[in-house]
């Protein structure tokens, strides 16, 4: 349908395409992520005309560092739990948020800038977090928040299983959708109208490279089934920091030495390259 669409209508097949793109699946709570988030103070803030569900686990030590997680792709805070819990027990106060059209926060839509927004309104409301760990796109969001609209800085950033090039992303959902190159096209060229940036300026790589003043972490599994470790070592290449490679975890990072691994990194003085 897209790639007849595009003989007729370049233009209205570039805005089907992103929004097809732009749509998650709203996946329901679970029972026990309900019960975990019962566990945080919940708020809502407001952005590009949404309502944003926020959560704040307290800290018992005094004058706790604040850490923000951010999630990814059809998931919500509570993805987050097992490292929670670890950096509460650390000593770190928690912040966390539903990304739009996910958890319990509205929206129907979610793509990068918006979700870099959502992460500049969250900072502005509630200062720069000590360190920032972000998984997936989330991580895309992070960087992009940071580098491109110019969001307040963290101290310490860590970004697991992030993509290094929209362009990639991009492409490989064409590929999915069956949708030729001129589709393609004009979904670059519906991005930029609304962006009034170019594809190639949502480049993670590219950007992580002016964040180099943040102490940065980037891990990425071997097996990752979403984005290749290749584009983790890239991130990190161009941030200049410390990476890790795991195997056997996949995409969704949640082993418990993946958990340790970042916890230690929350507490700990600057490393080089490893591998687990």
Same mark, same amino acid.
């Given at each position: 349908m897209l790639n007849a669409l595009a003989t007729v209508s370049p233009t209205l097949a570039g805005s089907v395409a992103f929004r097809i793109f732009c749509t998650p699946k709203r996946l329901p709570v679970r029972e026990k992520d309900r019960e975990f988030l019962?566990?945080?103070?919940? +708020?809502?803030?407001?952005?590009?005309?949404?309502? %944003?569900? +926020?959560?704040?686990w307290e800290s018992q030590t005094p004058n706790a560092q604040t850490v923000l997680f951010l999630h990814g792709w059809e998931?919500?805070? #509570?993805?987050? &739990? @097992? *490292?929670? @819990? #670890?950096? %509460? /027990? #650390?000593?770190?106060?928690?912040?966390?948020?539903? #990304?739009?059209?996910?958890?319990?926060?509205?929206? /129907?839509?979610?793509?990068?800038?918006? *979700?870099?927004?959502?992460v500049k309104k969250h %900072?502005?409301?509630?200062? !720069?977090? *000590? !360190? %920032?760990?972000? &998984? +997936?796109?989330?991580g895309a969001a992070a960087v992009m928040s940071l580098a491109l609209l110019g969001a307040k800085r963290p101290q310490k950033m860590a970004v697991l299983a992030a993509f290094a090039e929209s362009t990639r992303v991009l492409r490989d959902f064409a590929h999915i959708l069956g949708a030729n190159e001129s589709v393609l096209q004009a979904l670059f060229r519906h991005i930029e109208r609304r962006s009034g940036l170019s594809v190639e300026e949502y480049s993670v790589r590219k950007k992580a490279a002016e964040l180099k003043e943040i102490e940065g972490f980037v891990l990425h599994d071997l097996n990752d089934e979403v984005a290749p470790v290749s584009e983790g070592l890239a991130i990190a290449e161009s941030w200049e920091?410390?990476?890790?490679?795991?195997?056997?975890?996949g995409h969704r990072m949640q082993d418990k030495a993946v958990v340790q691994e970042v916890i230690k990194f929350l507490v700990s003085k600057k490393s080089g390259q490893t591998a687990l």
């Open positions: 019962a566990t945080a103070t919940h +708020s809502t803030f407001r952005t590009e005309g949404l309502s %944003i569900r +926020s959560y704040v998931s919500n805070a #509570a993805r987050w &739990h @097992k *490292y929670i @819990k #670890a950096a %509460i /027990k #650390a000593g770190f106060r928690v912040e966390a948020f539903d #990304a739009p059209a996910s958890g319990y926060s509205s929206g /129907k839509l979610l793509n990068v800038l918006l *979700y870099s927004r959502t %900072i502005v409301e509630n200062d !720069a977090p *000590y !360190a %920032i760990i972000a &998984h +997936s796109l989330g920091c410390r990476f890790l490679q795991t195997e056997g975890f």
